[in-house]
């Protein structure tokens, strides 16, 4: 007979430093943005670069977001 306890997976049960995560993306992100500075040609790189960063910080900025609506855990 099943309980009545919610299934959750590993890693919800064992939580990870979330903090953490979050500053170590920042800085990625500000460490590709510091790749803008260099000796490429063209822009298709620099493009890709603000991308990546950018898409870092979105991600930082929907994990804040969702946790401060209680949609996350």
Do not use: F
Not at 19 to 40: R, W
Not at 41 to 70: C, F, Q
């Amino acid at each position: 007979m099943a309980g009545t306890e919610p299934v959750t997976s590993p890693d919800q049960r064992k939580p990870g430093h979330r903090k953490l995560g979050q500053i170590g993306a920042v800085v990625s992100a500000l460490i590709i943005l510091s790749m803008l500075i260099g000796n490429h040609e063209g822009r298709i790189e620099d493009i890709w670069l603000i991308a990546l960063a950018l898409g870092l910080l979105a991600i930082v900025v929907g994990d804040i977001v969702l946790r401060r609506n209680g949609l996350r855990s």
